[in-house]
């Protein structure tokens, strides 16, 4: 299946998703805003160690692209440690309550946000080569058909010597996501991008399992660690770093135990990754 990365069913039914979820999550106990509020920030600890190693002396005067932003918790967190923000989200409802928070905590002037599919990110705002950082983190790439294309707009958006940092849950765990299939089977696709997606009817939500989502279809895409390696290097990125982490901040599936700040691992042995995060640098010379 080769997607329209513009437009279709694919992207419709996730827009609705999200932007109905938008509610859930606000009402839920997952998304706390309160540290917001105080000047502080909700980064989970791999994310915040990330940033810190790579911007040990702070955020101040860092301009930051955050695709997929959500209602804007980690875009604020950022700008809360002094970055520029800007962050783009497809579904209305988020970006309304992020430009709300902004407002409500005195950081519309360095956070700004733009309804908009990734794909069409060149489209909304068309400075190439304008951030020092492009910040993408957890269920992401999962909503995008095509990862190379997501790859060029990263690029494209870097300043020579700009970096990417990516962190999300490992595909090869992923697979097992939720109550699992059939058997015990995997649930999901290890999805190489425009293979078949997983087409999935799920009323419930991660942050409230109790949710009834009416617009409980979504099109996700479990793509591959190698796939995502080689569309980085593909679209001229350099790899710097590549970890993989034995936790991830939500119950991935119900046998995940919580380990503290918002972080869930293994019961015990320690049979797979649940997650992994990079960093990719674009050249230091103009492309
Ligand atoms: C799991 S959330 C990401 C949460 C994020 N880690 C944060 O900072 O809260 C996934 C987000 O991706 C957005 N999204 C999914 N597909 C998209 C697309 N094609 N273009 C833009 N945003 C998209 C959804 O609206 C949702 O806000």
Redesign the pocket.
């Known amino acids: 299946m080769t997607a329209d990365l513009r437009g279709g069913e694919w992207?419709d039914d996730?827009r609705a998703s999200?932007d109905e979820r938008v509610g859930v999550h606000l009402a839920s106990d997952f998304y706390d805003q309160a540290p917001l509020r105080e000047g502080g920030g909700v980064l989970d600890p791999i994310t915040r160690a990330g940033i810190e190693r790579l911007h040990p002396d702070g955020l101040e005067g860092v301009r930051v692209l955050h695709l997929?932003?959500?209602f804007g918790?980690?875009s604020l967190s950022l700008a809360n440690l002094g970055a520029t923000v800007v962050g783009?989200?497809?579904?209305p409802a988020?970006v309304a309550e992020a430009r709300r928070m902004a407002d409500e905590i005195g950081l519309s002037h360095r956070a700004r946000f733009i309804e908009?599919?990734?794909?069409d990110a060149r489209h909304m705002l068309p400075e190439p080569e304008s951030f020092d950082l492009v910040f993408v983190?957890?269920?992401?790439i999962i909503?995008?058909p095509d990862v190379a294309e997501w790859a060029r707009i990263v690029a494209w958006f870097l300043k020579p010597g700009g970096r990417l940092y990516f962190a999300d849950g490992h595909p090869s765990a992923l697979v097992f996501e939720g109550d699992g299939g059939p058997g015990r089977l995997p649930a999901f696709t290890y999805a190489y991008s425009n293979d078949r997606p997983d087409v999935v009817d799920d009323p419930g939500d991660y942050a409230d399992p109790e949710a009834q989502l009416v617009n409980a279809t979504t099109w996700e895409w479990t793509h591959p660690t190698d796939e995502v390696l080689r569309a980085l290097r593909d679209a001229g990125l350099d790899l710097e770093t590549y970890t993989e982490h034995y936790s991830v901040p939500w119950q991935i599936f119900p046998a995940a135990v919580p380990l503290g700040e918002g972080m869930f691992g293994w019961p015990d042995t320690r049979w797979l990754p649940l997650s992994f995060e990079l960093v990719a640098r674009a050249p230091s010379s103009s492309r």
């Open positions: 992207l996730n999200w997929q932003c959500h918790s980690d783009i989200d497809f579904a988020a908009a599919n990734v794909y983190t957890w269920g992401t909503w995008l």
